[in-house]
């Protein structure tokens, strides 16, 4: 997770615009290879679409070869009332910049069948091969779209309730009137947010602060369900110091720091190069969307860590037992058994301190210290004295010397700062 935190509204905002100025121009889409970006409404966004606006005129940045997906919509209001997230994002933006309309996607809260309305949304952005950016904001509750508390952490576009709060919230647009809100909306789903390349929020004001605490500061969770961001593995939040009240100030200096590193090293910019450029360009493949599914970063930017998988006989290895679930437990309580035992599917296990890679890469492989910290049982039983028993074992990590790692990390700063 990036938090970056600017001293107000304008400076987040453009700081948000700039941003997606970048990803568009690095990303140079053609009519083949379009940029799918995923968009809020709300007041949050509206001085990123001024922003993006000004970028457009001033020649900087062309919306022709961008398709859109924003995130929701009423059900039942007009498609030409003036608060219809539709007649929001023309007005804030669409007319005033290149996109083509047919380009344009937004939900139909008026569709005869909104549940077939809510599933031809999800073929239509994976037909687009999936969204490449998706910009959020985030509601009071924490909702992001309109997921509201208890949403299901993998939703998908679907018909949602509003809760009380977001219609007492949102009935500022509608002149006061809680009566005047709709009372449902079509959404896209917590995983829908999830599955695009990249999820940028931007969270502004005070009213916001409680939310964005819960959402960094703790845990997954579905009642704060822009938390869920924290299985991303490519989540940016954007927010500027109102929206930080509610966090330690120890949590706001971190992400500070953090930011401030990177610049010193020579850059801002932590997406992998294989998710700035379109396909096609250097010969950059065409990439599966992100998943949340772990040891699947395609970052590009981490060490590797091999987990090789399922044990099987090899010449030598170090089998790591003990209480492996335990937070604590220390990494000298690897155990080397042997010199051979036999596990329950007869296959004999001998040992040695040193591993070998059965990975193919051509990188040095030692035990990882960390584990023992794996809690990835393999049904082997095997009794620490060599003797068939139940004692849990668990997967080999191997992980490339502290050497090897300091290079990789010299290439990485070279890669990104290219
Ligand atoms: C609505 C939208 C959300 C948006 C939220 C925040 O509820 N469905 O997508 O994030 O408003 O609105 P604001 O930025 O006006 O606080």
Known sequence: ????????????????????????????????????????????????YAHLVRAYRQKRVSFAHVITFNMDEYVGLA??????????????????VDIRPENVHLLNGNAPDLEAECAHYEQTIRGCGGIDLFLAGIGEDGHIAFNEPGSSLVSRTRVKTLAYDTIRVNSRFFG??????????L?????????????????????????????????VNHMWTLSSLQLHPHPMVVCDEDATQELRVKTVKYFKSIEQVAC??????????????????????????????LGTSTTGMTTPLVIPSPIKPSPSFILVNGAPDTPDASPTTATKIGPSAVTS??????TSSRMTADSGSDLDLIPDRMGNRIS??????????????????????????PEQQQLQHQRNLGRVGA
């Open 264 to 293: 010193s090293q020579g850059f801002e910019q932590t997406l992998p190069t294989s998710l700035r450029q379109r396909p096609g360009i250097c010969g950059n493949p065409i990439l599966p969307k992100a998943s949340t599914t």
């Open 79 to 96: 498609r030409d009332h003036p608060e219809s997230y539709h007649t929001f994002m023309w007005s804030n933006f669409f007319s005033h």
């Open 345 to 350: 599917m007869g296959e004999t296990i001998t």
């Open 376 to 401: 990835v049982p393999v049904g082997a039983d095997i009794a620490s004295d060599g003797k068939l028993g139940v004692v849990p074992v668990y997967r080999r990590r191997l992980t490339p010397t």
């Open 1 to 48: 997770m990036r938090l970056i935190v600017r001293d107000d509204e304008e400076q987040a905002s453009s700081f948000v615009a700039e941003y997606v100025v970048d990803r568009i121009r690095t990303f140079a889409p053609t009519s083949e290879h379009p940029f799918v970006l995923g968009l809020p409404t709300g007041s949050s966004p509206l001085n990123v």
């Open 176 to 185: 006061g009137d809680i009566e005047a809100v709709p009372r449902c909306a």
């Open 187 to 219: 959404t896209v789903g917590v995983q829908t947010v999830l599955d695009a390349r990249e999820v940028v929020a931007i969270v502004l004001g005070p009213r916001k602060a409680l939310a964005l605490q819960k959402c960094i500061e703790e845990g």
